[in-house]
């Protein structure tokens, strides 16, 4: 059964540091996603992309993070300067295309930022 | 009011139990909704779906929706100890982006 990978499954770096965090979603689908789950906490959203554009941001999603799509199947997210509010799950998105609403999770990538 | 509320639990229940998890939001707007289980430290997996009032059923889950009443439910039945995981509702407007509630905890006990 296809399925949203990412890695790494777990990333630890420095404050100030440049982070990027990679997706692999699921082959047919169309629209991504990215969202963060700190620690005891429920899933937020990030920010969503369809047809190599950001179509939507939170509040969250602010200069300091970039997403990209640099090749038919890898869809990535940059966090440029770390901060240690950062440290969270991280979950990558997909879902099929217009008319079909479900996403599928990757497993995460666990950020710690020390 | 916040957009989406789950009761947290922890819920616990015995092996064979029926569960009855549920959801209410403020949103009328929203028209799809989902049922994710997350294991801890996971990503959330996703078990029903459904984009009307009414009942759908797959397997031991039933998902119900009473956009009427603006609340949702999702049932298991003989709930087994590898059911114990949080349980997260999610919805979504039309063209926007999935509101998730903060999850139930739920423990099946052997």
């Known amino acids: 059964e296809p399925e949203v990978t990412q890695t790494p499954s777990h990333q630890v770096t420095q404050m100030g540091q440049e982070v990027i965090l990679r997706c692999v979603p699921i082959?047919?689908?169309?629209?991504f996603y990215w969202y963060r789950q700190i620690l005891g906490q429920k899933v937020e959203f990030l920010v969503s992309f369809y047809n190599n554009e950001i179509s939507e941001k939170s509040e969250i999603f602010d200069d300091q993070f970039s997403v990209e799509r640099p090749d038919g199947s890898n869809f990535t997210l940059k966090i440029r300067s770390t901060k240690l509010e950062d440290s969270a799950m991280y979950f990558c998105?997909?879902?099929?295309?217009?008319?079909?609403?479900?996403?599928?999770f990757g497993p995460g990538t666990r950020l710690t930022v020390t | 009011q916040k957009e989406v509320e789950q009761d947290p639990g922890p819920l616990s229940v015995p092996e064979g139990a029926i569960v009855s998890l549920n959801c209410t939001y403020s949103n009328s707007a929203f028209q799809y909704f989902m049922w994710y289980r997350q294991y801890s430290r996971k990503g959330p997996e996703l078990l029903m779906y459904t984009y009307s009032s009414g009942n759908k059923e797959d397997g031991r889950f039933t998902a119900q929706v009473d956009k009427s009443s603006k609340y949702i439910s999702l049932f298991i039945r003989d709930s087994q100890p590898s059911d114990s995981a949080t349980y997260l509702c999610a919805m979504l407007p039309y063209g926007q982006n999935f509101v998730f509630g903060p999850g139930t905890r739920l423990s099946v006990l052997p």
């Open positions: 998105a997909s879902r099929p295309g217009t008319g079909a609403y479900e996403q599928y």
């Open positions: 082959s047919n689908h169309l629209y």
